[in-house]
């Protein structure tokens, strides 16, 4: 039976470039892909970080039964969704995957899968560090969205408090200040199965 290693983690904390890695040095994972409604970031790729997709055809899903779970955020450019939905890209049976999430959707996935097939993959990083990444990373768009990356910074403080990570269970912790030991701490969680 396989497991799903779920990435969590405030916004900037490097989940991405950790699940980048993660996928580019441990082949056998399989990637599990979300959906949104927000628009692409320069870079991006359809069906490589997300499946862009509009409100009509998640409305459809919803309709179906296939979402798992569904957060809807009130940026400041408007309603943005992002989801997983059952739709055939995990097998339990087949294999390991690598999911990356907020915390809610993380509990969400344990509720569906149960919590004996997930492992919290919790990354951290200082504040300060965080913010400067985030700058860093929003001056690299066309159409820069402070705003926003601000509503973001300042949601993360309610979205991942103490309280909430107790609650849901989540004890271990990866610090991603120097990435290659982060990742060498993730790599052999993984091999091992366990936390």
Known sequence: MGKIYYIIGKSSSGKDTIFKELLSRIPELKQVVPYTTRPRREGEKDGVEYFFTDEKRTEELERAGRIIELRAYDTACGVWKYFTADDG????????????????????????????????????????????????????????????????F????????????????IQRRFRNEDKEHCLEEITEVIYNGKL
Request: glycine fraction near 6%; hydrophobic fraction near 30%.
């Open 154 to 169: 300042l949601a993360d403080e309610e979205d991942f408090s103490e309280e909430k990570l107790r609650r849901l269970g």
């Open 89 to 152: 890209q995990i097998d339990l049976e087949t294999g390991n995957y690598l999911m990356i999430g907020t915390l809610e959707s993380y509990e969400k996935m344990v509720q569906y899968y149960g919590a004996e097939n997930i492992l919290p993959l919790y990354i951290e990083v200082e504040d300060g560090e965080r913010l400067s990444r985030a700058l860093a990373r929003e001056r690299q768009q066309a159409q820069p969205k402070y705003k926003e990356l601000c509503r973001r």
